[in-house]
């Protein structure tokens, strides 16, 4: 099978964050998805750093592509004040109860 990206897009729009009812792509937590041959590359972005589910976050989205037969390799960054508040508010409206 030929894995495209908007194959690896549609999968992680899929996954959601454990305690949130919204896909990572949706909070912002992941960006710069790219697929270069079998890699796909990602930058997952935390709105603080340490956070203590971010070895779950990676699972979560390592797990499905490493089942599509592809690698994955991620960065890290920090959100900016702007995107932690989108994300704050987001997780607000959303939070699972």
């Not at 996954?15 to 590359?41: C, F, Q, W, Y």
């Amino acid at each position: 099978m030929n894995v495209t990206k908007d194959d690896v897009i549609r999968t992680l729009e899929n996954v959601k964050h454990p305690a949130i009812n919204l896909s990572l792509i949706e909070l912002g937590m992941l960006r710069d998805i790219t697929l270069k041959s079998d890699t796909v590359t990602a930058e997952f972005v935390f709105p603080f750093p340490n956070i203590p589910i971010k070895e779950a976050l990676f699972a979560s989205v390592r797990d499905p592509l490493e089942a599509m037969g592809l690698k994955v390799e991620f960065s890290e960054a920090v959100m900016t004040p702007d995107e932690v508040q989108r994300f704050l508010a987001l997780e607000t409206a959303n939070w699972k109860s």
